[in-house]
């Protein structure tokens, strides 16, 4: 019997996961818990059902890094975009769908397709007997499973909330305001950005975090028992006016080079990713909305003009430590007959998440017939994001991520111009990597 590749979960991840294993020939199972067991947000029995908005961003591929995404996905003859764009609603330059024209679209296809036969059931862990397994059971991975995942790879290795600090493009960080320097010297002694406040900024600051609109908790959520440990800022700004500074925002060991002195408060920032463009805000977690949150953060000294790749939140959602556990190919490195795609690998979003999902499918299925599919270059999307997760990102500060063009190698100095022509040449130079990597993979597979 021809060996099988089994998916778990069919969401945008094992939707897309299992359309590529089949489309390269492997026999393909994919094993999908609804209708047999509920999760907290789907409402239908379809695959690859969108939760909440019907939105898959920007489709703009010169000047943004989902819809760059986009182009690559359709590229490498994503399922997840052919049904998206076939049931296309007119939003502007995003690409919205119908939802359920979008979803019935990828169940037909799955069913129709000769290669894959779908299992309506719950999996508490892939049985020892399956060689090649993808998880891709998402931000509401059964718990039975998650349990299993956990005492495989360790107590830390999974989390059940996602406390994100927002990310600044270092870019965008006024450094004649801001200086390098880590507290008491420590380390190579300047780790960290720090962003000084007076007491008056201090105490504005504290004032507009009290008074910012916030979003509220799902009631499914504030059942979650985890997340005590890292309160939003306005919660811990709310127990006292010096709550912070005393906690995320303390000054000690720290000399502001243009006073000489301790600054009165402190917001520091730690570097997010190995390329050195992404900083994130340290302790800053927050349920702050979006919008707020970029009105007062640009009150911080030094961050007037920042521009954020990942604003701050608090969501449900499981997901394992993927630069500590995975290879470059997605395998989990303590028991690599099992991958993992999607959501759970800590990328977010729809479309990332089905991104990981089309790598995951190429790469079992290529191992499955000898013919080893390589990551993609990181200069393209699939391939930064690819790397960010696997080996990008700190692994003791990882937290999930869209993609966006700090993920991106940069440009060589010499053609590397400014602002929005500066994401058109990354944009540029990551569909011709693309396209030669697609073209290396095809004719490995031939
Ligand atoms: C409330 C909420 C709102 C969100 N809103 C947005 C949004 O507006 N925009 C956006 O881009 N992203 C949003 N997300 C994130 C979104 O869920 C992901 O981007 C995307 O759905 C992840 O795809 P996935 O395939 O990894 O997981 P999912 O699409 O969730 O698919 C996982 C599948 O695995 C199944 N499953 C789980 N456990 C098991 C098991 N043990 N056995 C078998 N099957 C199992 C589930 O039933 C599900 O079908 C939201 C998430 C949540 C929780």
């Not at 947000?41 to 969108?50: F, I, M």
């Not at 991520?401 to 100095?413: A, D, I, Q, R, S």
Request: proline content about 6%.
């Amino acid at each position: 019997m021809r060996q099988q590749i089994h998916i778990v979960g069919g969401g945008l991840a094992g939707s897309e996961a299992a359309w590529h294993t089949a489309q390269m020939g492997a026999r393909v199972v994919l094993h999908e818990m609804r209708p047999v067991r509920a999760t907290d947000a789907h409402k239908t029995d379809g695959l690859a059902e969108l939760v909440c908005s019907n939105s898959f961003r920007s489709d703009d591929w010169e000047n943004n890094a989902v819809g760059l995404l986009h182009e690559e996905m359709r590229r490498a003859g994503s399922l997840i975009l052919r049904a998206g764009d076939a049931h296309k609603l007119p939003a502007g330059g995003a690409l919205a769908v119908d939802r359920d024209g979008f979803s019935q679209a990828v169940t037909r296809a799955l069913e129709q397709h000769p290669n894959i036969e779908i299992r309506r059931e719950e999996i508490a862990w892939p049985a020892e007997e399956w060689r090649s397994v993808v998880i891709a059971t998402g931000p509401l991975t059964a718990p039975e499973l998650a349990n299993a995942i956990r005492a495989r790879t360790g107590e830390e290795s999974l989390a059940f909330f996602d406390a994100i600090a927002p990310v600044a493009y270092r870019d965008s960080i006024d450094m004649s305001v801001a200086w390098m320097q880590s507290r008491y010297d420590k380390g190579d002694g300047a780790d960290y950005i720090n962003c000084p406040l007076d007491e008056a900024q201090y105490r504005a600051f504290i004032a507009a975090l009290l008074a910012g609109e916030k979003t509220e908790f799902k009631e499914w959520e504030s059942s979650t028992p985890y997340f005590e440990g890292c309160l939003p800022i306005e919660v811990m700004a709310a127990r006292g006016e010096d709550t912070l500074r005393f906690g995320p925002m303390k000054p000690v060991g720290l000399t502001d080079p243009r006073t000489g002195r301790r600054p009165y408060a402190v917001v520091q920032l730690r570097q997010d990713n190995a390329l050195g463009t992404l900083w994130n805000m340290v302790g800053f977690q927050t349920k702050l909305k979006h919008g707020e949150q970029t009105r007062i953060f640009r009150m911080i000294p030094g961050l007037e003009n920042a521009s954020f790749a990942r604003l701050g939140g608090l969501h449900r959602n499981t997901f394992i430590n993927s630069p500590r556990l995975l290879d470059e190919c997605l395998r989990l490195k303590a028991e690599p007959r099992i991958r993992f795609a999607g959501q759970i690998t800590g990328v977010e979003g729809y479309v990332e998440s089905a991104a990981i999902g089309l790598l995951a499918g190429c790469f079992a299925a290529g191992e499955l017939r000898g013919s080893i599919v390589e990551p993609p270059p990181p200069t393209t999307a699939l391939g930064a994001l690819l790397a960010h997760i696997t080996r990008g990102a700190d692994a003791k500060t990882f937290q999930p991520m869209n993609v966006n063009f700090g993920l991106f190698p940069e440009l060589v100095p010499s053609e590397r111009p400014r602002g929005r022509d500066r994401k058109k040449a990354m944009a540029h130079r990551a569909l011709a990597d693309l396209d030669g990597w697609l073209g290396h993979s095809r004719a490995a597979a031939e």
